[in-house]
């Protein structure tokens, strides 16, 4: 049988809406887990929040929704809103409070880095997760690289994760995979070729391999430095 190319991981509390498993329907692997944040997560590390129209509406106006954004935006580079229903509609509780709303929508926007998507109901959301997951999985084939924010001082785990998905061919999964494996980063950087190698397959682990042995050039450009140095990536 065929592995599925286009994965996405959905908070277990997301299958009563019956995204899950349209998702399924259109060829995509759903792994079900309870997230820290969002309902849905592509393996590049984009979040999508799931909302209701009139709850969107209800939470600009009591703050959730800005709480929320800012505790993504902290950990996460790439968060879309998804809202689902008849907008327009649940603004007639609000009436004469659009200015606010507008307001509110534009905070959202640019202070947050937040981008936000309409859907008519639940087979509209999963076509917009479809397209989102395909095109981010085009994206890494094509070597973009994603940026992940800088997590806070105090999330060592955050930390960990962060500077492992730096290095190319590593995302959140084989992060963790090599997290759970060696249990620091310090034994990571220590540890042999071939062990690395039987984690993430011998081809990342010797490009790992040769980023962290390769001296430093002073007056080398970072990213472009290294895309200099190894080339097509693929």
């Not at 944040?37 to 209701?52: A, L, W």
């Not at 509609?89 to 606010?100: D, I, P």
């Not at 070729?193 to 962290?212: F, N, P, R, T």
Request: glycine content about 6%; proline content about 3%; charged content about 30%.
């Amino acid at each position: 049988m065929e592995t599925k190319k286009y994965r996405i991981y959905a908070d277990s509390r997301e299958e009563t809406s019956g995204v899950p498993k349209l998702l399924e329907s259109m060829g995509i692997m759903v792994i079900r887990r309870q997230l820290e944040e969002g309902d849905y997560m592509t393996p590049e590390g984009i979040i999508i929040e799931r909302k209701s129209a009139p709850d969107f509406v209800k939470s600009l106006f009591d703050g959730r929704l800005f709480e929320q954004a800012k505790r993504m935006s902290a950990k996460y580079q790439n968060i879309i809103y998804i809202v689902e229903g008849d907008f327009r509609r649940s603004l007639l509780y609000y009436k004469n409070r659009e200015k606010q709303i507008q307001s509110a929508l534009v905070t959202l926007i640019i202070e947050f880095n937040v981008k936000v998507l309409w859907s008519l109901d639940q087979l509209s959301t999963a076509e917009y997760i479809e397209s989102i997951i395909r095109k981010s999985f085009v994206n890494k084939k094509n070597n973009e690289v994603v940026v992940h924010k800088k997590p806070k001082l105090d999330e060592s785990r955050q930390w960990q994760l962060y500077i492992l998905q730096s290095f190319p061919g590593i995302g959140e999964k084989n992060a963790e995979k090599i997290l759970d494996h060696f249990g620091s980063l310090e034994k990571f950087f220590n540890s042999s070729l071939s062990e690395l190698a039987s984690i993430i397959g011998e081809k990342k682990a010797s490009k790992i391999k040769e980023i962290i042995k390769v001296p430093y050039k002073k007056g080398s450009k970072g990213f472009s430095s290294l895309e200099n140095y190894y080339g097509n990536k693929g």
